[in-house]
T-cell receptor, first 118, second 111 residues
Framework: DTAVSQTPKYLVTQMGNDKSIKCEQN?????MYWYKQDSKKFLKIMFS???????INETVPNRFSPKSPDKAHLNLHINSLELGDSAVYFC?????????????????FGPGTRLLVL | RKEVEQDPGPFNVPEGATVAFNCTYS??????FFWYRQDCRKEPKLLMS???SGNEDGRFTAQLNRASQYISLLIRDSKLSDSATYLC????????????FGGGTRLMVKP
């Protein structure tokens, strides 16, 4: 029944490793996103995918690569993990890409993946 | 200047009190505005959308002043369960439905 789900919920790993976080939405939405929430609790967007096309890509390191096998999934792969990558990563989805029908742009968030890099 | 600014709080109020949060945004071309709520160690969840001059949903009232680039959230008759962080969120004018989040205002409602 979960609308937006992420796995794993917790991820503890060593610096330099490569890891992936998976996200799935069963809402039939067209657009999915990845956000990072750092220790100061600021939420910042990393990526947006619409119909398997990357729409926006904030200034994140190219060690981060989103992969969308289909409209319902947007995975986040991280190479060569660094200490500063420790944060909570949230996946989200929305029906519309831009402001249109009221409510269509509302984003629904997954429960988050808490990443700790040691 | 931050794109979306909020007083981080915390606001400590007794049950039943009325509390108001303010938020300012820098991009005058912003199209839509939201208040999200985030509980400790949980994901943000939409509380209210603010599309025109404001709207009301039960004990919650959101106001938008485009001229001053200012959004507010009023909570009446505070409940213990209202304790959370309230995030002011602004949708920019560019493509990509890019949401810009404020840093959040923490509310603690005490018995």
């Amino acid at each position: 029944d979960t609308a937006v789900s992420q796995t794993p919920k917790y991820l503890v790993t060593q610096m330099g490793n490569d890891k992936s976080i998976k996200c799935e939405q069963n809402l039939g939405h067209d657009t999915m996103y990845w956000y990072k929430q750092d220790s100061k609790k600021f939420l910042k967007i990393m990526f947006s995918y619409n119909n398997k096309e990357l729409i926006i890509n904030e200034t994140v390191p190219n060690r981060f690569s989103p992969k969308s096998p289909d409209k319902a999934h947007l995975n986040l792969h991280i190479n060569s993990l660094e200490l500063g990558d420790s944060a909570v990563y949230f996946c989200a989805s929305s029906q519309d890409l831009i402001a249109g029908e009221i409510g269509g742009e509302t984003q629904y968030f997954g429960p988050g993946t808490r990443l700790l890099v040691l | 200047r931050k794109e979306v600014e909020q007083d981080p709080g915390p606001f400590n109020v007794p049950e039943g009190a009325t509390v108001a949060f303010n938020c300012t945004y820098s991009n005058s071309a912003s199209q839509s505005f939201f208040w999200y709520r985030q509980d400790c160690r949980k994901e943000p969840k939409l509380l209210m959308s603010v599309y025109s001059s404001g709207n009301e949903d039960g004990r919650f009232t959101a106001q938008l002043n485009r001229a001053s680039q200012y959004i507010s959230l009023l909570i009446r008759d505070s409940k213990l369960s209202d304790s959370a962080t309230y995030l002011c969120v602004v949708n920019g004018a560019n493509a990509g439905n890019m949401l810009t989040f404020g840093g959040g205002t923490r509310l603690m409602v005490k018995p």
